[in-house]
Nanobody, 122 residues
Framework: VQLQASGGGLVQAGGSLRLSCATSGRTFRSYHMGWFRQAPGKEREFVAAISRSGGSTRYVDSVKDRFTLSRDNVRNTLFLQMNNLKPEDTAVYYC???????WGTGGGYVYWGQGTLVTVSS
């Protein structure tokens, strides 16, 4: 599975960005999908995940009510709508796929995209 993340950029605090993750192959709907991020000098952290069908989502507390995850199983694309961005959201964002039952807590992610940089200025 190949993943291509895009949509990052520079935005002022309070602004919005929409990240996309395009995948190759016909197995997209077989996987749970997630977003992780890594800020400078910090470890990578789980941000959000969505089930295979798109019927269930999970978010880390710091992004709840600001980020919305969705997927298009026809276009094989994952989306992360990020609103009310804060400087602490600045990081490289990675999309990934999981076939594990731990998908909702960041577990079992085996294929990763290259990352897209989000910078939020204060």
């Amino acid at each position: 599975v190949q993943l291509q993340a895009s949509g990052g950029g520079l935005v002022q605090a309070g602004g919005s960005l929409r990240l996309s993750c395009a995948t190759s192959g016909r197995t997209f709907r077989s996987y749970h999908m997630g977003w992780f991020r890594q800020a400078p000098g910090k470890e990578r952290e789980f941000v959000a995940a969505i089930s295979r069908s798109g019927g269930s989502t999970r978010y880390v507390d710091s992004v709840k009510d600001r980020f919305t995850l969705s997927r298009d199983n026809v276009r094989n694309t994952l989306f992360l709508q990020m609103n009310n961005l804060k400087p602490e959201d600045t990081a490289v964002y990675y999309c990934a796929v999981s076939a594990s039952t731990d998908w909702g807590t960041g577990g079992g992610y085996v294929y990763w995209g290259q990352g897209t940089l989000v910078t939020v200025s204060s």
